[in-house]
């Protein structure tokens, strides 16, 4: 069985930073395509920023050059840096790991509980 923690988030002043992280643990899995998606007050959920399990990583125009998107693969857990936060970064951001359960070849999809994000002007 895998169990999934997501933490990070708050309130933070525009310009501010903050570090979300998402960790996995159990046993028996393998982790491919990690990723952190968002969703704001009347808006579809977007995703973030991405990273593959080679480490490749994609971003959402609007965060480019300010958020990263980053993996520890011993600790399995994926992290996201947001830097120079503006207030239309407000949002609920949601952790998605996608993987494997190697005993069963069960393909998992995981979702995140959502954690606030608030930038303040």
């Known amino acids: 069985q895998v169990q999934f923690v997501e933490s990070g988030g708050g309130l933070v002043q525009m310009g501010g930073s903050l570090r979300l992280s998402c960790a996995a643990s159990g046993s028996s899995f393998s982790i491919n395509a990690m990723g952190w998606y968002r969703q704001a007050p009347g808006k579809q959920r977007e995703l973030v920023a991405g990273?593959?399990?080679?480490?490749?990583?994609n971003y959402a125009d609007s965060v480019k050059g300010r958020f990263t998107i980053s993996r520890d693969n011993a600790k399995n857990t994926v992290y996201l840096q947001m830097n120079s936060l503006k207030p239309e970064d407000t949002a609920v951001y949601y952790c998605n790991i996608e993987g494997v359960v190697t005993t069963t070849g069960y393909e998992y999809d995981y979702w995140g509980q959502g954690t606030q994000v608030t930038v303040s002007s």
């Open positions: 990273i593959t399990s080679g480490g490749n990583t």
